[in-house]
């Protein structure tokens, strides 16, 4: 891997930058193509781990839209790592809404993207081949800071002290 600018929390080593060629292997081996060249993209390691989860981000659009290819360890996507996605997808990089494509037979990364707080869109008819389907996923920013608010769960109000008649 090539220099990195990594952050650690002590429960996550968080990586911004890497080996782009190891990360293009990644994305042909999890959904057979290619990430665009213009892809971005973060890896989640825990530090007692080798490998972790990795979010490739491309496909950017001009209306603030991108696609992302989640490798790796899926098993990974716990409340601060997705906190932490969806803090570098909406505001460090300005996205509006991310959307996943995912093979209509792949119930694992389905659970994935419903885990991640995405919602199914639509089904593309033959978009990987003749027969083979593809289940269009995705969230605007503001839904997800919908539900990362509702998953942090608000704590009770503070009792009063005025009686309500």
């Known amino acids: 891997m090539a220099a990195s600018r990594s952050v650690e929390d002590g429960k996550t080593v968080v990586v911004f930058e890497g080996d782009p060629v190891a990360v293009q292997s990644w994305c042909l081996q999890a959904v057979g193509h290619f990430a665009s060249p213009d892809f971005r993209f973060v890896s989640f390691v825990p530090p007692d ?3 972790g989860l990795c979010i490739i981000a491309h496909n ?14 899926l098993g990974q996507l716990h409340r601060d790592v997705r906190k932490c996605l969806a803090w570098w997808l909406f505001n460090l990089i300005g996205l ?3 959307t996943v494509r995912i093979r209509g037979t792949d119930q694992r990364m389905q659970e994935f993207a419903r885990r991640l707080g995405l ?12 027969g083979e389907d593809c289940s269009l996923w995705g969230i605007t920013h503001d ?12 704590s009770a109000p503070a009792p009063s002290n005025r009686r309500v008649h």
């Not at 950017?60 to 360890?73: H, K, M, N, S, Y």
């Not at 869109?121 to 081949?129: K, L, S, V």
């Not at 839904?143 to 608000?154: P, S």
């Open 49 to 51: 781990r080798v490998r």
């Open 119 to 130: 919602r199914h869109e639509g089904t593309q008819r033959d978009f990987y081949g003749p």
């Open 60 to 73: 950017f659009t001009l209306t603030g839209d991108a696609e992302l290819i989640p490798v790796g360890t």
């Open 96 to 98: 509006r809404r991310i």
């Open 143 to 154: 839904e997800a800071r919908t539900l990362l608010l509702k998953q942090e769960g608000a």
